[in-house]
């Protein structure tokens, strides 16, 4: 997924051309942000996240202060549109980007994948924590009422102990905040804006449903 200059400036001039369309989304349009998509590069998306902040924090209190009726299905439908057209198994972000909280039953199943007891497991990879300290964004705990006492030691530079590359060693056993990660097929959304937004900043997916949402919505 690596991205050249021209690509980068391709990119920059396909964003304002469709911020710019007032919803005039034409075939053509549609085409050229598949592509768009497909062409970011994870090392990349802080940069472009960081060139739409002010913008997106805008689209933000738009939405809110009008909500769309229908913003959660919509989100859904791009979320998985996305994750058809961008590869995790080359991006690795969110893997790199938090520090993931485990429950004891999730640690049980993780001993077994990486084939050590659990005392051990929990010794080798985990840092105990309070779970009133586990505050996801918008200030909304996530894991409310469940035993999420632990977390992963993250590595220097920062890196879940799991990751090996890109790729989960853990995948299928991974923990549920990881299952869930980016967020983007849950309720309420609307309520979370500012979660999808900081997001934007890890996730390619992230990204390119905040940006196409504009243009579904009409935005601008
Ligand atoms: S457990 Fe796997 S999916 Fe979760 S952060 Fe670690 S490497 Fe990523
Ligand atoms: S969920 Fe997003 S940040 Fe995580 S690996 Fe996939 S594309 Fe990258």
């Not at 739409?52 to 809110?64: A, G, P, S």
């Not at 890109?166 to 979370?192: G, T």
Request: net charge neutral; charged share 25%; with cysteine.
């Amino acid at each position: 997924m690596s991205t050249d200059t021209d690509t980068q400036e391709a990119l920059t001039s396909v964003l304002e051309l469709d911020l710019n369309n007032n919803g005039d989304r034409t075939p053509t349009t549609v085409r050229m942000k598949q592509k768009i998509a497909t062409q970011i590069d994870p090392k990349k998306i802080k940069y472009w996240a960081g060139r739409k902040e002010k913008e997106n924090y805008q689209f933000r209190d738009c939405l809110k202060a009008n909500p769309p009726h229908n913003l959660d299905e919509t989100i859904s439908a791009l979320s998985r549109k996305y994750f058809k057209l961008i590869d995790c198994r080359e991006c690795g972000n969110c893997c790199r980007a938090y520090t993931i909280p485990i429950c004891k039953s999730e640690m049980k199943a993780l001993a077994i994948a990486k084939g050590i007891p659990s005392t051990a497991f929990q010794a080798k990879y985990t840092t105990y924590t309070a779970i009133d300290d586990v505050i996801a964004n918008d200030g909304q705990n996530f894991w409310d009422g469940d035993d999420h006492e632990y977390m992963f030691k993250m590595g220097f530079p920062k890196s879940c102990p799991m990751l090996a590359g890109n790729l989960c060693s853990v995948y299928a056993n991974r923990p549920q905040v990881c299952q869930e990660y980016p967020h983007l097929e849950k309720p309420d959304r609307i309520n979370h804006l500012n979660m999808i937004i900081d997001n934007t900043f890890v996730c390619p997916i992230v990204f390119n449903v905040f940006e196409e949402l504009k243009s579904v919505l009409d935005w601008r």
